[in-house]
T-cell receptor, first 117, second 112 residues
Framework: AQKITQTQPGMFVQEKEAVTLDCTYD???????LFWYKQPSSGEMIFLIY??????QNATEGRYSLNFQKARKSANLVISASQLGDSAMYFC??????????????FGKGITLSVRP | DGGITQSPKYLFRKEGQNVTLSCEQN?????MYWYRQDPGQGLRLIYY???????QKGDIAEGYSVSREKKESFPLTVTSAQKNPTAFYLC???????????FGPGTRLTVT
């Protein structure tokens, strides 16, 4: 089974509107971390936001917020007030606690977001 | 400026040749990672290293090799045994634990 599932087709949003990018995950670990990265056409991966499995509050970073629903195993990214520069691929990723401090990151297949002027 | 550098940005090789991709970081991070990305796909882990002189295979290590002789450097060699080497390769580093990984700009390798 896939550990990270991103099934939305290409997403479109009007500039200045909010958009939600979906992510569901699968793990039997109690301790894990969830990440969202942005990949513009240049190819670099830009870290956006992090949510720990024990965090009671949803994470927020500027215009980005993470809608964390632990029982449903979902970690959706909400981008408010979309900007043209938000057009990119967005990846959800999970880190499960393994032996040692530096456990691996598992990525979803990504979602393409296009912001319309 | 602190960061991760990968060179070159574009690399072209003939089939049957080994090629080494460079990754250097000056963030003083213990952990370093190599990922492969194919068009329209997510990232797949090739190798990772938690500490100098130690590294582990990721999900798709066959046909690749790495070394970690210095904390700052984690070069990846794509060998002739790798059946489909053409891809975008991303290097990352992390201070450890649940903290985020920081990525380099990537190297696009084309093998013909």
């Amino acid at each position: 089974a896939q550990k990270i599932t991103q099934t939305q087709p290409g997403m479109f949003v009007q500039e200045k509107e909010a958009v939600t990018l979906d992510c569901t995950y699968d793990t039997s670990d109690q301790s894990y971390g969830l990440f969202w990265y942005k990949q513009p056409s240049s190819g670099e991966m830009i870290f956006l936001i992090y949510q720990g499995s024990y965090d009671e509050q949803n994470a927020t970073e500027g215009r980005y917020s993470l809608n964390f629903q632990k029982a449903r195993k979902s970690a959706n990214l909400v981008i408010s007030a979309s900007q043209l520069g938000d057009s990119a691929m967005y990846f959800c990723a999970m880190r499960e606690l393994e032996t040692g401090a530096n456990s691996k990151l598992t990525f979803g297949k990504g979602i393409t977001l296009s912001v319309r002027p | 400026d602190g960061g991760i550098t990968q060179s070159p940005k574009y690399l072209f090789r003939k089939e049957g040749q080994n090629v080494t991709l460079s990754c250097e970081q000056n963030l003083n991070h213990d952990a370093m990672y190599w990922y492969r990305q194919d068009p329209g796909q997510g990232l797949r882990l090739i190798y990772y290293s938690q500490i100098v002189n130690d590294f582990q295979k990721g999900d798709i290590a066959e046909g690749y090799s790495v070394s970690r002789e210095k904390k700052e450097s984690f070069p990846l060699t794509v060998t002739s045994a790798q059946k489909n080497p053409t891809a975008f390769y991303l290097c990352a580093s992390s201070p450890g634990g649940f903290l985020e990984q920081y990525f380099g700009p990537g190297t696009r390798l084309t093998v013909t």
